[in-house]
């Protein structure tokens, strides 16, 4: 890989280590620190989750203008404003406006983040992809457990960590991003006209498999909401639900280069790739949904790490490649969005549907999605299938 890639696996490593210290434990402070209920604490962590839905498309709008560098440095400068005010006033209302400032700073950074990694390594495809996405998830393992560790002897000492993380962040952005080449390029047009019919369909193409990657988001986010509370409804210990999520990031960070040499082999289409993960992951709810003791929910967390393994990198992989020159950051905006959005209403909608219902028409509800998933990751390519068949036959 190259030196370049590195610089930014690294920085996500400590970007997404600073952002863990904390989010595991938000709901957590606002209710048990500052007195709130349940329900406002869904509302501010709603509302980070819009802001940094913003923050996606502005920042990868943004990387398109200005290029990367720019893009990250600013993103982080508004992230470590916040924190930094967060570090001194953590009381109400200071706690929301400071969590909706760090969402939208947070979300600027990740567009630019994995359109660089795909500039800096086009020939890597998927790979350079998979980097990031594994760097990600060394961060969350790292963070959560250390955040835990501070937490238990002060909660205080949270919010300085979060902010020390952004600082070598910074240092690292400041002093490695630099010189790397992602500068804003033109997008190719030779008709002049606002948007080629090509990089309409390209538009198209995108939007139609990110609401099969939304669904397949809304549906993830259901093990750190409902069914957390559920496992504790059924005397499952907080430490053994804890556990999984440890087991979850050790088997991506160790058996994402196994994955990666399997796919090698298979010659498997990014496209095929989704499709065995959408499987993976209704295989792993009708597991959960049927589970009744902490054994059968670690069997469904081990296949649904296996299922994220083989959709969350490729994703943003097919937008680089579906991306005109010159929209690269924006495309990957909307990729890091949808994934935003459906952890925003993933926890709202779950939790409708088991007050109302129950825990097992959660489950149906969930499998239900999963087919749309699997017809709109079947579909959204058509449009530029049948562009090819028209172009031979023109020939």
Known sequence: MPRALWLLIIGMAVNVTGSSFLWPLNTIYIHEHLGKSLSIAGVVLMLNSAASVIGNLYGGSLFDKLGGYKSIILGISITLSALVGLTFWHGWPAYIIFQIIIGFGTGIIFPSMYAMAGSVWKEGGRKAFNAIYVAQNLGVAIGAALGGIVADYSFEYIFLANTIMYVIFMLIAVFGYKGISSKPAVQENESNEPVSETGRKNLYAILILCIGYLLCWVAYVQWQTTIAAYTQEINISLTQYSLLWSVNGAIIVLGQPLLNGLLKHMTASLKVQILIGIGIFTISFLIAGNASAFSGFLVAMIILTIGEMFIWPAVPTIAFDLAPKGREGFYQGIVNSTATGGRMIGPLLGGLLV????????????????????????AYDRILQTEKKFSVKLS
């Open 355 to 378: 007050d109302i219902y129950s825990m097992s028409a959660l489950f149906y509800v969930l499998i239900g999605l999963f087919i749309i998933a699997i017809i709109t990751t079947l």
